[in-house]
């Protein structure tokens, strides 16, 4: 897998980021991390420089969630994740709590049953053919857009495949993760912004289950590492510093 290693020491902290993203996309994050431990991030299969594609069940990506914190000693860690991101710190840390001390999850929920990528799928299918970076932030408004594409021949293209993306997608869709969440028994934070459009109450829930803390952010989208990120780090800082146990 691709791994980047952001620097610092001690605790292993592992970023996990969401769907369409990659490692490299946490840089700015990472460089506040470094004094809190060890920051890691991996590209998760089928995104970034991943070889991997699929199997895409939830279970995989947390197995590789696990063999990655195995294999780079980071045990027990602090995961931090993004969206998709989130959902497999939540499901790592209820199926191998051995390796986790602690999760931050932002804006993602356990329960989006009845959605199916038809909702969005139009939009990816109306880009048109990328000519430049500038072409793409034009028409993709996601941030560090720039990340996840990459010059070919006939133009600039999504690193990802968007059929990987839609099989990743589409789980989510036709199962609930409540069970992960209620299994899950180390300290949380779960980071949600306001103008996210998933589905209302879902975090405060999560963090009312696992007896951790619930932070809305409602000037942010999706992304609020990077929309919000002030308020961000304030509120991962101050978990990092008074929540969790020592080792």
Known sequence: MSVAEFGGSGQGILLLHGLMSRAST?????????PYGRVVATDARGHG????RGPFRTEDFVADAAE???????????????SMGGLHAWALAATRPDLVRAVVAEDVVPDNTGRTVDEWRWYFDSWPVFESVAHVRSVVRVPRVEELFEERADGWHLIARLADLYEIAA???????????????????????????????QMAEVA????????????????????APEVYRGAVEAFLSGS????
Not at 244 to 247: G, L, T
């Open 68 to 82: 990655t914190i195995e294999r780079l000693d980071l045990g027990p860690a602090v995961v931090i994740g993004h």
């Open 208 to 227: 009312r289950r696992t007896g951790g803390a619930h932070l809305l952010v409602p000037e942010s989208g999706h992304v609020v590492h990077d929309e």
């Open 171 to 201: 789980e989510w869709g036709e199962r609930s993760y409540w069970e992960f969440v209620d299994a899950i028994a180390c300290p949380t934070l779960t980071v949600e912004a306001g103008r996210g459009g998933l589905r209302a109450g």
């Open 26 to 34: 946490w840089w700015t994050v990472a460089q506040w991390l470094k």
């Open 244 to 247: 969790i146990p020592p080792v």
């Open 49 to 52: 420089r991943n070889p991997r």
